[in-house]
């Protein structure tokens, strides 16, 4: 009986260790997804065709061809602002006008530096303003 246990931990022990990387794939994925869901859909893909999925050019191509196509804002990765922490920091700055960084960091909990990319662009996107240390909304001011 011993040898009959020892022999099914030893298959269960060889198969956790055969999926571990796709459990991990997973849950990186749902990340990636979870991050994708305050993004909002352009309709620039509209004029490519039937697919919404970027186009990417060979794995060969210099930095300076990779920078030639595109949107030509020079950034990478989505606008300033667009994701859900965006939203989020627009709701607390509408919740507390004159909010500081620090303080919707500390609400949110997260660190200060990514506040201080999202909010010029909120301030760009004409939702708030900066007036002093505080932020406010455009709406109230």
């Known amino acids: 009986m011993a040898d009959f246990l020892d022999e099914k931990r030893s ?17 990186r994925l749902e990340a ?3 991050a994708l869901d305050g ?13 919404t999925a970027p186009r990417r050019g060979p794995r060969g191509q ?4 990779k920078r030639t196509r595109g949107t030509g804002t020079g950034r990478r990765g989505r606008p300033k602002g667009t994701g859900t922490r965006g939203a989020e ?22 660190k200060q530096n990514y506040l201080y990319r999202v909010l010029p662009g909120l301030a760009d996107d004409g939702l708030v303003k900066k007036d002093g240390r505080g932020w406010h909304p455009k709406e109230a001011a």
Request: proline fraction near 7%; glycine fraction near 6%; charge should be neutral.
């Open 11 to 27: 298959e269960i022990g060889a198969r956790l260790k055969e999926l571990k990387p796709l459990v991990d794939e997973y849950q």
């Open 32 to 34: 990636a997804v979870s």
């Open 39 to 51: 993004v909002p859909i352009t309709n620039n893909s509209s004029s490519r065709g039937a697919s």
């Open 62 to 65: 210099s930095a300076a061809a």
């Open 89 to 110: 920091a627009l709701r607390l700055v509408r919740e507390k006008p004159g909010i500081t960084i620090p303080e919707i960091a500390e609400s949110m909990g997260i």
